[in-house]
């Protein structure tokens, strides 16, 4: 099977749903559920496999705890479990779990916007 290319409409999707300010729909919404949260009600849905896409091509950049936390926030995982559910997986409360959601995501936010730029990862490490 052929992998398909990623595009630029397809991180910037990404970037709307969980709720980037780099997003070209943001709209600040403070104590809000995240946009993706009604993605993954319907995981057979085109949107949440594009979602899920963009994701599986950026979590590189991630520790494997982040990844973890991700994996079950976007229901890869199955069962999508409570922040404090997976808090207690990892021996942490939810506040930090959310914290390091919420980090993660901007780490993934930072990768896509240097593709977005034409930057390199090499070329940031210098």
């Known amino acids: 099977m052929e992998e398909k290319e990623i595009t630029k409409e397809d991180v910037l999707f990404y ?14 919404k403070i104590g809000k559920l995240k946009p993706y949260y009604s993605l993954i ?15 599986h091509n950026y979590r ?21 479990p409570s922040l404090k559910e997976i808090g207690a997986y990892f021996g ?4 930090r779990t959310s914290k390091i959601r919420n980090n993660a995501e901007r780490q993934i936010t930072s990768e896509i ?4 730029y034409g930057k390199s990862r090499e070329y940031f490490m210098l």
């Open 60 to 80: 590189d950049c991630l520790k494997e705890r982040e990844k973890t936390i991700l994996d079950f926030q976007y229901g890869l995982k199955g069962k999508i």
């Open 92 to 95: 942490i409360s939810s506040s």
């Open 41 to 55: 009600k319907e995981r057979d849905s085109e949107e949440y496999k594009r979602f899920i896409y963009v994701y």
């Open 113 to 116: 916007r240097k593709f977005l």
């Open 15 to 28: 970037l709307d749903m969980i709720g980037s300010i780099y997003g070209p729909s943001f709209k600040p």
